[in-house]
């Protein structure tokens, strides 16, 4: 893609805005990989554009897509970030070192729970969550040239990939994201049975099309003759989705049945529904198969109505009805939900004003969708920002209460290290035992054998659990009652 094909497919979107900046990020940001090239051999900038193009894909707004193109030139290039804010301005290189900085974490720990702390991580880290949209972009582009790195590598990130950035794209409702990082990192994790899995969905594809089609026809001819608007599309589930549901189910490919099935967009909510009733009328439903996320949105903010029916031919087949809005929603989660603003800005602060704007758009969203309560309360959790994450020298990571210190830090990671804890290097540094952790911290706890707890640090330690293990040691010696 090219330039002009760029501002192009932003203009389609956004006609009002000028296009400079994204024009001089794009012509920096070659210039600044320039001689540089990717393991595939292309030249780096292919990467940049990979990347701002999704994020185009998406209707970003421009200071994103600006970003996207520039967002490895201070990882990668001489560029530094004073040049950065002086040539783009404040926004654009806040998102830039807000994508730099989670670059410089790696997730290095193969447990669950971990993935899940780094997922909390990144969201309250990065304070812009466009931040984390150029990330994803990011890492989509770095899967899809996956093949050319080394085998170590491949299963390194696609691991991290699967357990780290497709659940953020799911929470974060991006759900044809997710789908797209999954195939890919399945591909690269299990190569065999991705490979049973693909031979055996396109045979059953083509014996299935048939069916599907006179199943097609049929429902076509009734919603013609209601008079309804409505947009008809097939839909196939992603191979991850039925790797994941035949080992759920323990189940072989054979038995699952929603691998194929119909989609139908229609323009409005009522609309919806009569659809519905249209499908029941004519192909009998599956007992229970019958779900309403229209009234009950998922945590994700999907809606859509399920029902699967039973064909002419016997087959069974999945039929989800939904609006333009909700499908929009369906593919692009939050991404959709960035209304782009067309330049007025608080003259005080507009910077603060966008993030503000931001994360204020983004709450009264959810807030619209009648309290989808569990949505919420994930959402508070996750935003917390009340909470720190640090990490061990070999990058396991803690959630702390912000103000937690090296000692509670050392009880997190075992109680003989909190107990013999003389002494703590942040970042390499050494630094006091009352020192306040940030996120993003690597905290190195000194030991020493035979020192034991004091009964000062009962006043510094933040967690319950650093408390109650340093008052029972003291307790036990007499010191404390
Ligand atoms: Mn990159």
């Not at 064909?311 to 989660?333: F, K, N, P, S, W």
Request: aromatic share 8%; charged share 25%.
């Amino acid at each position: 893609m090219d330039l002009k094909e760029l501002c192009k497919k932003f203009k389609a979107y956004a006609p009002h805005v000028d296009t400079s900046l994204l024009e001089k990020a794009f012509l920096f940001s070659a210039k600044a990989h320039t001689n540089q090239n990717r393991a595939s051999g292309e030249h780096y900038f292919v990467h940049c554009e990979a990347v701002a193009d999704t994020l185009v894909e998406f209707k970003l707004d421009m200071p994103t897509i600006a970003a996207g193109l520039l967002h490895d030139v201070l990882e990668d290039t001489p560029v530094n970030a004073e040049t950065l804010r002086r040539e783009f301005g404040e926004e654009i290189t806040c998102l830039v070192e807000g994508v730099t900085k989670l670059d410089a974490l790696q997730f290095s720990s193969q447990d669950q729970a971990q993935a899940e702390n780094w997922r909390k991580m990144l969201l309250a880290t990065a304070q812009d969550i466009r931040v984390i949209l150029i990330k994803l972009a990011d890492r989509l582009h770095n899967m899809k040239t996956l093949n050319f790195l080394d085998r170590d590598h491949q299963l390194r990130i696609a691991h991290e990939t699967i357990s780290l950035y497709a659940p953020l794209a799911h929470r974060l409702g991006m759900f044809e994201l997710k789908s797209e990082l999954e195939d890919l990192a399945f591909q690269f994790l299990h190569p065999k049975e991705y490979q049973e899995l693909s031979t055996k969905i396109l045979a059953q594809m083509a014996g299935r099309q048939a069916a599907l089609n006179s199943f097609k026809k049929t429902l076509e001819e009734h919603l013609k003759s209601s008079g309804i608007p409505y947009r008809l599309l097939s839909r196939t589930k992603s191979l991850y989705s039925i790797y994941e549901k035949m080992n759920r189910q323990n189940k072989p490919f054979e038995e699952i049945q929603d691998a194929l099935g119909v989609r139908i967009i229609a323009d409005t909510l009522a609309d919806c529904y009569a659809i519905l009733g249209i499908v029941h009328a004519v192909f009998k439903p599956v007992a229970g198969s019958f779900t309403d996320y229209i009234s009950i949105p998922k945590m994700n903010l999907y809606q859509s109505l399920h029902t699967t029916v039973v064909a002419a031919t016997g087959d069974l087949t999945e039929v989800q009805i939904r609006t333009e809005d909700m499908h929009r929603t369906a593919e692009y989660g939050i991404a959709a939900h960035w209304k782009y603003k067309s330049g007025e800005k608080d003259k005080e602060n507009p910077h603060l004003e966008e993030k503000l704007n931001w994360l204020r758009q983004w709450i009264e969203w959810l807030q619209d969708l009648k309290s989808p309560r569990e949505f919420l309360e994930s959402l508070k959790t996750d935003l917390e920002l009340n909470q720190v994450f640090v990490f061990t020298p070999r990058g396991d990571v803690k959630a702390l209460p912000a103000g937690a210190t090296p000692i509670d830090f050392a009880f997190a990671v075992h109680t003989d290290i909190g107990y013999t804890c003389v002494g703590a290097k942040v970042n390499n540094k050494m630094m006091k035992l009352d020192h306040v952790l940030k996120s993003g911290d690597v905290c190195d706890i000194l030991t020493r054998k035979g020192s034991v707890p004091k009964k000062d640090w009962l006043l510094i330690v933040k967690t319950a659990r650093a408390r109650s293990k340093i008052r029972h040691y003291l307790r036990e010696k007499g010191v404390v009652t």
